[in-house]
């Protein structure tokens, strides 16, 4: 089954604790995306990669980096997480190929509370 | 990309259509509208997307304005699981960003 797959789906811990929430999609796509959603204020893109090696920043980028050695993942790297970092995330993937054309698939989503 | 704009909410009885606007007036020739909804807080899932021309899948209908300036999604028998928060999204040159907004939260009602 085509599919993106995010890793833990709950997350509680600690600020300054460094975490990692992976992605992996199965769909041999080009393009990785990670979003943030907090109420009120919709989805917003933390980072996103068109390819392997390939990576650059979105709207809030702050706080978060990312790593493209393999296409199929896509991890999310919490150095030294902050409250404000508590939010629902998202991963999403895409063909490149057909640019616009192509539709984003989405993982299901993993919550992280920081305390 | 252009941005939308949507009403925040709607409500829908059950087992009727329901039709979702979408305004986009700066959408440009080669961005294409898209829809997704969001569940709870499940995932967005892809709905439809389109140009120029109505388009039709096994879940909805989108009706684009002949001038694109906006969009409605049609759900044509609305159930009870349809109730979700709904996004249109245009998606262009830029492609690699997706602009959500805050979409609208529609309550389908038995």
């Known amino acids: 089954e085509a599919q993106v797959t995010q890793n833990p789906r709950y997350l509680i811990t600690v600020t300054g604790k460094k975490l990692t929430v992976t992605c992996s999609q199965n769909m041999n796509h080009e393009y990785m995306s990670w979003y943030r959603q907090d109420p009120g204020l919709g989805l917003r893109q933390i980072y996103y990669s068109m390819n392997v090696e390939v990576t650059d920043k979105g709207d809030v980028p702050e706080g978060y980096k990312v790593s493209r050695k393999e296409k199929r993942n896509f991890p999310l790297i919490l150095e030294s997480p902050s409250p404000n970092q508590t939010s629902l995330y998202f991963c999403?993937?895409?063909?490149?190929?057909?640019?616009?054309?192509?539709?984003?698939?989405f993982g299901s989503g993993t919550q992280l509370s920081v305390l | 990309d252009a941005k939308t704009t949507q009403p925040t909410s709607m409500d829908c009885a059950e087992g009727r259509a329901a039709n979702l606007p979408c305004n986009h007036s700066t959408i440009s020739g080669n961005e294409y509208v898209y829809w997704y909804r969001q569940i709870h807080s499940q995932g967005p899932q892809y709905i439809i997307h389109g140009l120029k021309n109505n388009e039709t899948n096994e879940m909805a209908s989108l009706i684009i304005t002949e001038d694109r300036k906006s969009s409605t999604l049609i759900l044509p028998h609305a159930t009870l699981r349809d109730t979700a928060v709904y996004y249109c999204?245009?998606?262009?040159?830029?492609?690699?960003?997706?602009?959500f907004g805050s979409g609208t939260k529609l309550n389908v009602k038995p």
């Open positions: 999204i245009v998606r262009g040159y830029n492609f690699n960003k997706f602009y």
């Open positions: 999403a993937s895409s063909f490149v190929v057909g640019s616009a054309n192509e539709k984003l698939f």
